[in-house]
C-alpha cells in the first residue's frame, strides 16, 4: 500500500522523538514513509521531497525538527499538503528554540505545530490520522475506536489511589 502520511526528521537523532509518530499511525492502521532530510544538510532533498509529495500520493507530512527547527516551514513552503511540524526537545533550550522556530511562521506559510517532545510526536501521528479521517472511513473509526478506548480506561480506573 501506497504511504498516505510522509514521516521526516532533520537528523536521524530525532527517531526517538518521531518514533512516536510512527507508533500511532501503525496503532490507527495508517500507512507511512519515513526519511531523514534536512534543511540546512540536503536542502535540494527537502525541496524533491515536498514537491513531489501529492503525486507519490502523502496526504499530510509529519516533520520533526531540532533547534533551529526550519524542516517544516521549509515544507511547507514547498507543498499545499498539511505539515504538521514536532518541536524535538534540544540539549541546549529544552526544545523551546525548536518550537519557536516552527510556531513562528509568516501568515499564508501554515504549519500546524505541535507540542514539544514526545506527547507533540503521539498528537501529530493522531492529527494526521483524523485529517485522513476526513475522507477515509476506515481510519475514521480508527480514531473514533482509539478515543473511546482512552474514555473507557479513565472512567474504568477513576481512583488515583487503586493500581
Keep these: 500500500m501506497r504511504p498516505l502520511v510522509g ?3 532533520g537528523s536521524k537523532s530525532d527517531w526517538p522523538t518521531m518514533e512516536h509518530a510512527a ?3 501503525e496503532k490507527l492502521g495508517v500507512t507511512y514513509e519515513t ?6 544538510r540536503t536542502p535540494d532533498l527537502l525541496f524533491d521531497y515536498a514537491k513531489t509529495a501529492s503525486d507519490r500520493g502523502l496526504k499530510v507530512i509529519i516533520a520533526g525538527a531540532g533547534g533551529a527547527a526550519h524542516l517544516p516551514g521549509m515544507v511547507a513552503s514547498q507543498t499545499s499538503l498539511p505539515v504538521l511540524g514536532v518541536p524535538v526537545q534540544s540539549k541546549a533550550l529544552n526544545g523551546l528554540d525548536s518550537l519557536l522556530s516552527i510556531v513562528q511562521m509568516p501568515g499564508g506559510i501554515a504549519v500546524g505545530t505541535l507540542a514539544i517532545g514526545n506527547a507533540g510526536a503521539t ?9 485522513i479521517g476526513t475522507s477515509d472511513k476506515v481510519v475514521r473509526k480508527a480514531v473514533d475506536e482509539f478515543r473511546a478506548t482512552q474514555t473507557q480506561t479513565i472512567l474504568n480506573n477513576p481512583d488515583p489511589k487503586e493500581q
Design 23 to 25: 507508533n500511532m499511525l
Design 7 to 9: 514521516l521526516i526528521m
Design 123 to 131: 498528537n501529530a501521528g493522531l492529527l494526521a490520522a483524523q485529517i
Design 35 to 40: 526519511k531523514v532530510v534536512s534543511a540546512h
